[in-house]
């Protein structure tokens, strides 16, 4: 089954999504504070800026207000702009020094879900919680399984609909904003 991530509302956005996993990870970064749709929806805006391709190693070099730029447009690709441009240059930093600039050796050959979850923890900007989302998503949508990746992922390795990891279809999205929109009215998170 070839993988979808219908976020965005945009094919383009979200094929990329699926296709690069440099955008993958760009994305989760800047999903917060703004709507999911803007923030996955930014890496191929980031990507068309920086002359058709996203390349970790080139953004960890490029001068921070080169990068700034880029995520000031207009439109800007972010609600905190600067903030978010360098909180991707320092991930893509990470990458060039712990996996060779290639966001997808982040799960590579991964033993098991604690190791997956560890690693992308370990990620400039990835909290507990956007961590344990980045590993269902990985999970639900991509099929990296590594044995015991629901346990350090939970409650996002459950079958409702509460995350990005959860989208796949625009029903699904609708689903997903519904029960954030739930939980915010409770004063719950996405993990409540």
């Not at 383009?12 to 760009?26: G, H, Y």
């Amino acid at each position: 089954m070839k993988p979808t991530l219908p976020v965005t509302g945009d094919p383009e956005a979200d094929q990329l999504l699926v296709e690069d996993p440099l955008a993958r990870l760009i994305g989760m970064l800047l999903d917060q504070q703004v709507p999911m749709e803007w923030a996955f929806s930014s890496p191929l805006k980031l990507q068309q800026r920086l002359g058709g391709h996203l390349d970790a190693a080139e953004i960890a070099a490029m001068p921070l207000e080169d990068l700034e730029a880029a995520f000031k447009g207009p439109p800007a690709l972010h609600r905190y702009p600067g903030s978010m441009a360098k909180r991707t240059q320092q991930l893509c930093q990470h990458l060039v020094d712990h996996h060779g600039g290639r966001a997808d050796a982040v799960w590579a050959e991964v033993t098991d879900g604690r190791e997956l979850f560890d690693r992308v923890r370990s990620l400039p900007g990835f909290g507990g919680e956007k961590a344990k989302i980045f590993v269902a998503l990985l999970a639900k949508r991509f099929g990296v399984r590594p044995p015991g990746w629901e346990e350090p992922a939970r409650p996002f390795s459950d079958d409702t609909h509460r995350s990005v990891a959860d989208v796949d279809s625009p029903e699904a999205l609708l689903e997903v904003r519904a029960f954030k929109k739930m939980m915010k009215e409770k004063g719950k998170g996405k993990d409540g």
